[in-house]
């Protein structure tokens, strides 16, 4: 069977991401947000403070809403695709940060 171009997100992907981004950080508070605040001494590297307190304001009803996105976004992307089919997209939306980067640049590309 040949090749076919199909466009997965005519609407562009920042809703998904913003979806993906809730999600995540709502487990990872869930996970550690508990021993993170019982030792007030840790103290995680820039970028990764910013996304630690991000998690912490994620509600589970904001988190609830993001699932029900993404399960939304799944049910798209299967009703495009035949069983069977194989969908490749990149993992990263361009090339990584130089190693020389600035914390401002490797913030940006995160995000």
Known sequence: MAAADITIAPEGFDGWREAFRVIQGREVWEIYGAWLDSHGNANPGPGTRERLA???????????AA?????????HIRGLIPKGTILLMPTAPMLGPLLTSSPAEFDAYRT
Do not use: E, F, L
């Open 54 to 64: 991000y998690a912490k304001t994620v509600t589970a009803d904001a988190a609830d």
């Open 67 to 75: 699932r029900r996105h993404m399960s939304a976004i799944r049910g």
